[in-house]
Structures are given as C-alpha cells and as structure tokens.
C-alpha cells in the first residue's frame, strides 16, 4: 500500500474560519512547496532545518494568491515519517481552494480518508490500535473518552498487547523447537512456567474483555429513555438537566409527538436524553406513531426513567404500579429510574406518602430544579467509573475487542491443552492461533482490507 505519491488536502475543518491549514505528505513535499513559495527572508525551504516555520507568500506563476507560514517536518522526523509541508493560510474558502488546486496541478494529488494517518502506520510511527486512537480523539466530545483515546494513542493499550504476545511468542519457540528434537524427547518449554503463563494471559485478556462493557457506553454515551403520561413534565426535565430550553414546553397534553435527543455530559460521561411522547391510549394517528417510538427507543435505552407527576399520584397510583410492572417484565436488565415530578406542590406528609407507597422512588421539581442534581449522581452510578479513575486500560473498539475474544478463546484451548498433556505439535497450532489474534490488534499482522475498512472512517486530511 506504500506509494510514492505526494498527498494534499485540508487538514482543518472545510469553510470559512480565520485560518486554515493544507498539508503535504511525500517524498516531493518540500521540493514542490518550494516551487509554489516565496520566503520574505528569500531563503529556499529545502534548505532550512526540520520543525522550522517560514513566512512568504504562495505563488501562482507571478500571481500572489496569499501570505503564508509554511512549517516543514523532514524525514523521519514527522507525522507521517515522510516529508511534511503546513501551510496555514487565511481561512477564504477561495484561498483554501486556490491553493489545493494549485498542488494538484503541479505534482499532487488528492489525499484519501485517513491517508496520512494510514503512512504513519506503515511507516512505523504508529502500530494500528493507536491509529485508530487517532480517530477516537478526534471524535471524542467528553472528559472519560478523551482520556481513553490519549492513553490508548500513547501506546498504553498496545504495550499490554505487546508484552502479552511476546511472552506467548517467546513459548512458543521453545515449543517451535522441541518438534526439530522430537526424536530425543526433549523438553524445552517448562510447562509449570507455561500453565502460570496462561493464567496470567486469562486473567489481563478477561479483564480487557470485560471492560468493553464501560468503553462502549463511554464512547458512545448512555441513552437514558425519560418515558410517561403526557404531560407530567418530561420535556421540562430535559430542559432542566441541559440548562437550556431544548424540549418544547406546553401546557397541552401531548406536545411532544416525535422524539427529541441531546447529550449532557456527567463528570466525564456522556448521557443521551431521550424525550418521548407520553404512553396513553389515543385516537390520535400522529400521537400514537410518537407512542410506537417510545417503545422502540425504551428498547434502544440502556436506562429507563418513569416520570409521574407528584400531585396525581393519588388518583393514578394503580395505573403506575401496572405501567411499573409491564416495563420491569418487558426489560427485566434495564436500570427503571421511578420519578415523581412537580413535588413543590406537595407537603410533607404527602411527600413521604409518596415514599411508602413506591419503593426506591425519587422526588424532584424540574421547575424549580430541586432534586434535578441528585438524580444527575444517581445516572452517573449506573457507570463503573473505578476502572477510568485508576487509568486502567479500557478497551473501545469493536475490532478489538473481537480479536480479543478470539484471542482468550484460543488461549483456552491451549490451557485445555496443557491440562490433558496434549503433544506439542497440537499445542502449537493452538498458540499460533492466539498469536494471530494478539496480532491483529496492533497490526503486526493486516491485509489491505482491514487497513481499507479502518482508515475509510477517517477524515480526509488526518
């Protein structure tokens, strides 16, 4: 996949801004941005230091298009490993354009999504997991998914790997070798040290295994379903966890007739609110599309929030324990939030009235925002957060965490293997197997669909 080409494309976001940033990647760089560059110290690119800026003007013919900084980055010494040419220009769509074009009259072409990552990695800068993590960091829009992309992009992830595979490569050998002495029946590889060996192995990848389950919902954030009776303020509590008036509020029974989403974020942790039309019988045709979408999304949710008004409770008491009871038999492992809304209304008595009739029930005013806090601590509960305080390794990607399982799979074969005293020809395929998968994660072992299928999702110019 290595080829000669000198690359360009935006490297900042397309549109208007204050400036913006083209970026060059290829043996030529330097040489045709010297072409296109005119320093006003009129000193030659090519004959100045690595991880230097310049300023001068891009030159079309004798046309000055616009005033530049150009910094340069040689060979090995950049991101890509190849020579790299930044121009930051000023943020005109038309300069931006003007200039693109320009180096792909004159020697380039277009870079593809995620191609200058793409050369870091076959250019050793990276090993595969922390290219990936590239994307993730560029995607990553709260504290918890930021930090996991920046360990993982350094390499914490990957050492794991790394050392984990190189102890199974190192018995291995040793195994590899007592095949070319099978005549001898000689023994090698210790297998007491072997059998300690694969426990450990077991113990780091069921760990790594096991936190998918938390790097998921950090990634992707956990979407919460606020599900009720029409009109019993499910859209003036997405208003008041957000802080801002994202829902439309209305007196009128029904008002929310489709679904409405945005995220809040929860010390680090993303939370996808779902607003949905309220659950009740209905002639209504649009109003009963919203209420099959509140079914639908309840589905989707991973947390469940059952919303009542306080000062019903009397009179729908019934109702709510039946409607309690159907969501805890249709999603028995879903997390069922039970909230009373509107208690500013409420007394005392009525209040702890409320509290012995509904167990583990939590009271709370979205108009005047009390409880509104409390009920933020109790989402955040629902995320093991222990394993993203202590910095352990959380795995994110799906890809991963497929040739993990593979991986553990494989491994316990070969546990399986050693505990019946399988022969070591056996045992080695077994072990082969395990290596492949560990492999694949950091992309000692690839082919050009894997890298084709991983870089596609990139953005054109990183």
Do not use: W
């Amino acid at each position: 996949m290595i080829n000669e080409d000198t690359i360009v494309a935006l490297a900042t976001p397309s549109g208007a801004g204050a400036i913006a940033v083209i970026r060059l990647s290829g043996k030529e760089a330097i040489t045709l941005a010297d072409n296109h560059f005119k320093s006003v110290s009129g000193k030659k690119l090519s004959k100045q230091k690595t991880h230097t800026i310049h300023l001068g003007h891009v030159i079309d013919d004798k046309r000055v298009i616009d005033e530049v900084l150009v910094s340069i980055f040689k060979d090995p010494n950049s991101y890509t490993g190849e020579n790299v040419v930044e121009l930051s220009c000023h943020g005109s769509i038309y300069i931006q354009q003007e200039i693109i074009q320009l180096f792909l009259r004159n020697g380039c072409r277009m870079a593809n999504a995620g191609e200058f990552t793409l050369r870091a990695f076959l250019n050793g800068k990276l090993d595969l997991s922390q290219a990936e993590a590239v994307a993730d960091l560029i995607a990553s829009d709260n504290e918890a998914s930021h930090q996991i992309a920046m360990q993982q992009m350094r390499g914490g992830f990957s050492s794991e790997i790394a050392k984990l595979r190189e102890e199974l490569l190192n018995f291995a050998s040793l195994i590899e070798l007592e095949l070319d002495f099978a005549e001898e029946d000689v023994e090698f590889a210790d297998r007491s040290q072997f059998k300690d060996l694969i426990e450990r192995i077991t113990f780091v990848l069921k760990r790594l295994i096991d936190s998918f389950a938390v790097g998921n919902v950090i990634k992707n954030g956990i979407p919460v379903a606020i599900v009720g009776e029409p009109n019993v303020g499910k859209s003036t509590l997405l208003n008041a966890l957000l802080n801002e008036e994202r829902a439309i509020v209305s007196d009128i029974a029904g008002t929310t007739r489709d679904t409405i989403e945005d995220e809040l974020v929860i010390e680090g942790i993303g939370f996808r609110f779902i607003d949905t039309a309220g659950i009740r019988e209905t002639k209504d045709v649009v109003e009963s599309i919203g209420i099959k979408k509140t079914f639908e999304k309840m589905e989707k949710a991973q947390v469940v929030v059952l919303l009542f008004s306080a000062e019903e409770f009397k009179t729908e008491s019934k109702r709510l324990k039946v409607e309690i009871e159907k969501i805890k038999n249709k999603f028995p492992l879903k997390p069922l939030l039970i909230i009373a809304n509107k208690v500013d209304v409420l007394n005392d008595s009525e209040r702890e009235a409320l509290h012995s009739e509904f167990e583990n029930i939590h009271l709370l005013s979205a108009k005047t925002g009390v409880g509104v806090d409390t009920l933020k601590k109790k989402l955040i509960g629902f995320v093991n957060t222990g394993a993203l305080r202590n910095n352990e390794t959380i795995v994110t990607n799906t890809r991963h965490y497929d040739s993990l399982l593979k991986a553990f799979e494989e491994v316990q074969k070969v546990k399986s293997g050693l505990e019946s005293g399988l022969s070591g020809d056996l045992l080695a395929i077994d072990i082969r197997q395990a290596l492949y998968y560990f492999g694949e994660i950091t992309g000692e072992i690839t082919n050009d669909d894997l890298l084709g299928n991983i870089f596609a999702n990139f953005c054109i110019g990183k």
